[in-house]
């Protein structure tokens, strides 16, 4: 079935940092790819999306580019900043259960 | 609006116990969906509706019920609590059921079965 892949975290970045947090996905066609992020003690929230290849979904700062040449959709941010401590999460669709399939997610720390 | 509700935000169970996750949401969403998260695993899928009076499985349904009989509520039971029923709980909703649309996520509930 169709799956998502990301990058084992913790991530840790100063401030200022440049992020990338890596994502692949399986799946048959062309689906549509999100970002989803928690921040501590919270629910999942949509931080971008893209819904047909080389789209570029963006957000807050961020940033991640539809690759279906590398099935890819990894997440962006040029400088980062303490409030972007959080767990991010890659997904797609599942459409026979009408749902989403979530990577592991990559658990970002960002320091002063 | 409130959004996806859930309650309680914390509970602790033993083993053979039985209870109730609320979730309610306030934004007339026909699809709601309940997930699991474990540590290292993500979110898995435990039962969605795609309206009222109509559920089905997900990928990890053992264990728990659901119903819907209502368009705001989605509860979900669990008649014999288990330890490996431990993990945080989040409920969810979209307005539709596109592969494009947006789902909208309650605060969790943390469950411990002791």
């Known amino acids: 079935g169709d799956s998502v892949t990301q990058m084992e975290g913790p991530v840790t970045l100063s401030e200022e940092a440049f992020l990338t947090i890596n994502c692949t996905y399986t799946a048959t066609g062309y689906p549509s790819l999100f970002w989803y992020v928690q921040y501590p003690g919270e629910g999942l929230q949509l931080l971008l999306k893209?819904?047909?290849?080389?789209d570029k979904g963006s957000n807050k700062g961020f940033e991640a580019t539809y690759r279906k040449e590398t099935t890819s959709f990894h997440l962006e941010k040029g400088s980062v900043q303490v409030s972007d401590s959080a767990v991010y999460f890659c997904a797609l669709p599942d459409t026979g259960r009408r749902a989403l399939t979530f990577g592991s997610g990559t658990r970002l720390q960002v320091q002063p | 609006n409130a959004g996806v509700t859930q309650t309680p935000k914390f509970q602790v169970l033993k083993t053979g116990q039985s209870m109730t996750l609320q979730c309610a949401q306030d934004?007339?969403?026909?699809?709601m969906s309940w997930y699991r998260q474990d540590p290292g695993m993500g979110l898995r899928l435990i039962h969605y509706?795609?309206?009222?009076?109509?559920?089905d499985q997900g990928e990890v349904p053992n264990g728990y019920n659901v119903s819907r009989s209502t368009t705001e509520d989605f509860p979900l039971r669990l008649l014999s609590a288990a330890p490996s029923q431990t993990s945080v709980y989040f409920c969810?909703?979209?307005?539709?059921?596109?592969?494009?649309?947006?789902?909208?996520f309650g605060p969790g509930t943390r469950l411990t079965v002791l």
């Open positions: 934004m007339n969403h026909e699809y």
């Open positions: 969810a909703s979209s307005y539709s059921i596109t592969s494009t649309d947006t789902q909208y």
């Open positions: 893209a819904t047909k290849a080389d």
């Open positions: 509706s795609v309206g009222a009076g109509i559920t």
